[in-house]
């Protein structure tokens, strides 16, 4: 018996804090009706020093058209591997794009940014369309984009 | 004695009257695949090797240029379906693009927790 609460209590101390250490976060885009065709967007981060930390999200599953994600792009060389997993389809106009990620909490009020990078088939690119700190006071506050986002809002 | 030699005869004939239309058939189709292409590259295909009629079909004719610089730069003039790019957004697993969400735990680049899968919807 002794064994037995001893594994358990060792399983949760080392989950405990596995758990404590992420936290759900709810992304939601929406995009303008700009009269082109769906857009793929790149959502990103940099530290604070600005150099690229990792991406969050890749809408859009074709890898030759991520060189108009031109930030992104800089930041990986376009490196498909950096976004393996959490690739989704690219956005309609007009649309909404939800995307809900266990994201660390590390991530919040240590000087990161989130950045969307966003390329319309036939129109202009945009890189850094969106750019926001990821701060627990940002939570729930929209910001608007530059071309084709007409908003977006992160709540955790 | 008859009835056994009645017997031969009828079997002899139901043999004779269906094995030779049959035996010039398979005469006639052996004949025939010899100068049908289709027949040949079904043979091939059967085998393992497959006869390509162009190796040149890569859709992706745009290397180097992008997706939204020929329009750009403008058509080239030559009629093709050059933009046949945009049809099919979802097709993943091809060598150069992405795992999709769902199809493999995200990158380990210490942004994400080890909790829930991401979730996606689109409205």
């Given at each position: 018996?002794?064994?037995?609460?001893?594994?358990?209590?060792?399983?949760?101390?080392?989950?405990?804090?596995?758990?404590?250490?992420?936290?759900p976060v709810t992304m939601t885009t929406t995009l303008?009706?700009?009269?082109?065709?769906g857009a793929y967007l790149a959502l990103y981060?940099?530290?604070?020093?600005?150099?690229?930390?990792?991406s969050l999200w890749m809408a859009g599953g074709k890898?030759?058209?991520?060189?108009?994600?031109?930030?992104?792009?800089?930041?990986?060389?376009?490196?498909?591997?950096?976004v393996d997993g959490i690739t989704g389809a690219s956005v309609g106009?007009?649309r909404t794009l939800e995307i809900t990620l266990d994201l660390?909490?590390?991530?919040?009020?240590?000087?990161?940014?989130l950045?969307i990078?966003a390329?319309?088939?036939?129109?202009?690119?945009?890189?850094?369309?969106?750019?926001?700190?990821?701060?627990?006071?940002?939570?729930?506050?929209?910001?608007?984009?530059?071309?084709?986002i007409?908003?977006f809002v992160y709540d955790m | 004695?008859?009835?056994?030699?009645?017997?031969?005869?009828?079997?002899?004939?139901?043999?004779?009257?269906?094995?030779?239309?049959?035996?010039?058939?398979?005469?006639?189709?052996?004949?025939?695949?010899?100068?049908?292409?289709?027949?040949?590259?079904?043979?091939?295909?059967?085998?393992?090797?497959?006869?390509?009629?162009?190796?040149?079909?890569?859709?992706?004719?745009?290397?180097?240029?992008?997706?939204?610089?020929?329009?750009?730069?403008?058509?080239?003039?030559?009629?093709?379906?050059?933009?046949?790019?945009?049809?099919?957004d979802d097709s993943y697993?091809?060598?150069?693009s992405p795992a999709p969400a769902g199809s493999v735990a995200p990158p380990?680049?210490?942004l994400f927790g080890?909790g829930a899968p991401p979730k996606v919807q689109m409205n």
């Amino acid at each position: 018996m002794k064994p037995l609460l001893a594994a358990l209590a060792l399983g949760t101390a080392l989950t405990a804090p596995a758990l404590a250490l992420a936290r759900p976060v709810t992304m939601t885009t929406t995009l303008n009706t700009y009269g082109g065709d769906g857009a793929y967007l790149a959502l990103y981060v940099t530290d604070q020093s600005g150099a690229y930390a990792g991406s969050l999200w890749m809408a859009g599953g074709k890898s030759k058209y991520y060189k108009h994600l031109s930030g992104w792009y800089r930041a990986t060389g376009g490196d498909t591997s950096q976004v393996d997993g959490i690739t989704g389809a690219s956005v309609g106009q007009g649309r909404t794009l939800e995307i809900t990620l266990d994201l660390a909490d590390a991530l919040f009020d240590a000087g990161y940014t989130l950045h969307i990078d966003a390329a319309v088939e036939d129109m202009r690119d945009s890189p850094n369309e969106i750019a926001v700190p990821l701060t627990t006071g940002n939570s729930g506050t929209p910001v608007a984009g530059r071309r084709y986002i007409s908003s977006f809002v992160y709540d955790m | 004695m008859k009835k056994t030699l009645t017997f031969l005869l009828v079997s002899t004939t139901l043999t004779a009257a269906v094995g030779v239309p049959s035996w010039a058939a398979v005469q006639s189709m052996a004949t025939s695949r010899e100068h049908d292409p289709n027949a040949l590259a079904d043979d091939a295909v059967a085998g393992g090797s497959l006869i390509l009629a162009s190796a040149d079909e890569d859709e992706d004719d745009d290397h180097g240029r992008g997706f939204l610089s020929k329009f750009r730069m403008g058509h080239d003039d030559d009629d093709e379906d050059d933009d046949d790019d945009d049809d099919d957004d979802d097709s993943y697993g091809s060598a150069q693009s992405p795992a999709p969400a769902g199809s493999v735990a995200p990158p380990q680049n210490g942004l994400f927790g080890n909790g829930a899968p991401p979730k996606v919807q689109m409205n």
